[in-house]
């Protein structure tokens, strides 16, 4: 059974502009989650999807946005990005909102 | 507002040792706990889950116990072994309801170094 993926491996983006990360559940779960690893913070929770709404998130700017598709696979929008958005975007699944999250290999975001 | 702390933030020991690791938590009130394993750069190991009515799980040489009462993890490696070297996490999750719902609060890691 496939894990969790995550695409692309790293992206490189310059202040300013805005990137777009994409995770692909575990098939059969409905709930997708993202946090932000950045240095020295630890991990951050950002947003959570389950059936296509957003359910919950984080405490970031509303430049950090994103949407869960009818497949369940999700893409994280980050607009006008700053250098503090450099960082590692974990991606995670689970059957329900309570149950095991598994993790992708995440997205090493750097904003030059 | 959930806060996790992971004590110590680093050990180093010499291969074959026993050791422990803590999470402590100050919010009693979690469905469950999560321990994951993270190598450098990349994701995290989900290595064992204990719902909050359970005292503890095992998975091979790993042993995770919980008392939710005083806010307390620990994570037993049994015969640890260099391939053990990681970040190791500590992640609670809420019960339901209430602005923390469906997000795991995550303590800052041990860093564990097992050397031959």
């Known amino acids: 059974e496939a894990g969790v993926t995550q695409s692309p491996t790293h992206l490189i983006k310059t202040r300013g502009q805005q990137a777009t990360l994409r995770c692909s559940p575990i098939s059969g779960h409905t709930s997708v989650y993202w946090y932000q690893q950045a240095l020295g913070l630890g991990l951050q929770f950002l947003l959570w999807y389950d059936e296509g709404e957003e359910r919950n998130r984080g405490n970031f700017p509303p430049r950090f946005s994103g949407r869960q598709f009818p497949n369940y696979s999700s893409e994280l929008n980050v607009n006008a990005l700053e250098l503090e958005d450099s960082a590692l975007y974990l991606c995670?699944?689970?059957?329900?909102?309570?149950?095991?999250?598994?993790f992708g290999p995440g997205t090493r975001l750097t904003v030059l | 507002k959930q806060e996790v702390t992971q004590i110590p933030a680093a050990l180093s020991v010499p291969e074959g040792e026993n050791l422990v690791l803590n999470c402590s938590f100050t919010?009693?009130?979690?469905?469950?706990l999560q321990w994951f394993r993270q190598d450098p750069g990349k994701g995290l190991t989900s290595l064992l889950l204990?719902?909050?009515?359970?005292r503890e799980q095992t998975s091979g040489r790993l042993n995770a116990s919980l008392d939710k009462s005083s806010g307390r993890s620990t994570l037993y490696i049994a015969a640890s072994q260099p391939g053990d070297s990681a970040t190791y996490l500590c992640?609670?999750?809420?019960?339901?309801?209430?602005?923390?719902?469906?997000?795991?609060?995550f303590g800052q890691g041990t860093i564990l170094t097992v050397h031959p």
């Open positions: 995670a699944s689970s059957l329900w909102s309570h149950n095991e999250q598994f």
């Open positions: 992640a609670v999750s809420p019960n339901a309801g209430g602005t923390s719902y469906g997000k795991l609060t």
């Open positions: 919010d009693s009130a979690i469905y469950n």
């Open positions: 204990i719902q909050s009515s359970q």
